[in-house]
């Protein structure tokens, strides 16, 4: 199994022009003394709304990895999949986020619940670890209404593990096991319990991604309780370094953190723990690039900035269709939305300070932004029209690309 760096940063390229971007910031970070590996990551999902292959993603990375001579590690993640989705995936790909959300909740039978009861009387009773803010205290009933709630997700977990490791060889895949696409959000104690049945099933895991407390909306800060969310996000690496030693889980594994773009309210709540601690951390982002994308050719105006103009109207006149997937993971007050006619009367710069995350700014939307970043299907609608204008406007996209990830996500991520 190759080892995961301590920091990894997951990136999306819905329309893999952006990666030379990309990995030009983390180029930049570098040379600030941060170490960080890119992670290219683009889901099942995306690939289908697009219709792109996996081997794109690949040859993207291994395109930017060459034309800028980055010699650190790299990998491209095969985002989301399960049993029925990973195949396409495997050739391609060395890291894997196994999707086990939708067996959360079902029954485990009982006999097995029994058997890992048994097997784990270190889980009941007042536990002793280092760190938490709290004793955790368990009975037999509480690890035995988990173990109901967890267990088929691991078991689930570690059979498309093995068909991955099976495939392409233990040794040449990353393994994440998330379970963040579900309703509740699991708390320390869950995440141990969790981590001790996918220790029991030999699922190799050097990230897991639970669902934290609060909203992760796609593109926008974090909504809830921050001081809750500290003492649950130390809690969980404080359990996981725990499990590390108890269950011989790799001395790698770490948190994940999905839909990980622009929590800059979390951002100094991650520094500050992984710099007590010495954690490690896996953030991940995705969609967010062909906001920049739009951001970077509504500057450059003319045909560019109609484009984008064009993008918006039609979202906003099918808004239904275009939120539909995502409903549960953004928050637009439609009453909010600049009407189509004052948007088409915006200059590039009104169009792009709406877009572009910057809190507190006067002209920042966050409902247009939200609304644009679903849309996204839109511009692989427009295709080559729109390809050939990001290629045209390179260098003004490359910018905000560079300074989205550099300024507004890794510095206060890893310096502060
Ligand atoms: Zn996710």
Redesign the pocket.
């Given at each position: 199994m190759p080892s995961l760096s301590r920091f990894t940063f997951g990136v999306g390229d819905r329309f893999a022009h952006q990666a030379k971007s990309q990995l030009s910031a983390f180029q930049q970070l570098a040379a600030l003394g941060v170490s960080l590996t890119p992670v290219w990551n683009k889901s099942n999902r995306e690939h289908s709304f697009i219709g792109s292959e996996p081997t794109s993603v690949r040859a993207a990375g291994e395109k930017a990895v060459a034309d800028l001579g980055w010699k650190g590690p790299w990998h491209t993640d095969a985002?989301?999949i399960r049993l029925e989705t990973v195949d396409r995936f495997i050739s391609s790909c060395d890291f894997f986020?196994i999707?086990v959300a939708e067996s959360i909740g079902k029954a485990a039978p009982a006999d097995q619940v029994a058997a890992f009861i048994a097997k784990h009387p270190e889980l009941i009773g007042t536990l002793k670890i280092t760190g938490v803010g709290a004793p955790i205290t368990l009975t037999k009933a509480d690890v035995e209404k988990v173990a109901n709630k967890y267990l088929s997700a691991t078991q689930e977990a570690a059979r498309i593990y093995r068909h991955i490791a099976k495939t392409k060889g233990e040794d040449q895949i990353i393994a994440e096991v998330?379970m963040?696409?579900t309703d509740l959000p699991q708390t320390p104690p869950e995440l141990l319990i969790i981590l001790a049945a996918l220790a029991d099933e030999k699922v190799k895991a050097q990230t897991i991604?639970p669902k934290f407390t609060g909203r992760f909306n796609k593109g926008v800060d974090y909504v809830g309780d921050l001081v809750q969310f500290e003492r649950e996000f130390n809690d969980d690496l404080a359990v996981i370094a725990h499990a590390i030693k108890a269950y011989g889980l790799p001395a790698t594994l770490k948190l994940s953190l999905?839909?990980g773009s622009d929590k800059f309210s979390l951002y100094p709540i991650i520094r500050r723990a992984t710099a007590k601690t010495g954690a490690g951390i896996h953030i991940?982002t995705a969609g967010t690039t062909w906001l920049e994308e739009c951001i970077g050719l509504a500057e450059a105006g003319g045909e560019a900035l109609a484009l984008v103009k064009s993008f918006y109207a039609t979202a906003y006149d099918h808004i239904d269709e275009y939120c539909a997937p995502y409903a549960t993971v953004i928050d637009i007050n439609r009453a909010k939305l600049p009407s189509v006619a004052t948007v088409n009367g915006w200059s590039g710069s009104r169009l792009a300070n709406a877009i572009r995350h910057i809190p507190g700014h006067p002209e920042y939307d966050a409902n247009l932004r939200q609304l644009l970043h679903v849309s996204f299907k839109l511009a692989a609608k427009a295709g080559t029209k729109y390809t050939d204008l990001l290629k045209k406007h390179e260098a003004i996209v490359a910018k905000n690309v560079v300074a989205n990830l550099l300024d507004r996500h890794f510095k206060p991520l890893f310096i502060g």
């Open positions: 985002d989301h986020t999707d998330s963040d696409e991604a999905h839909s991940k």
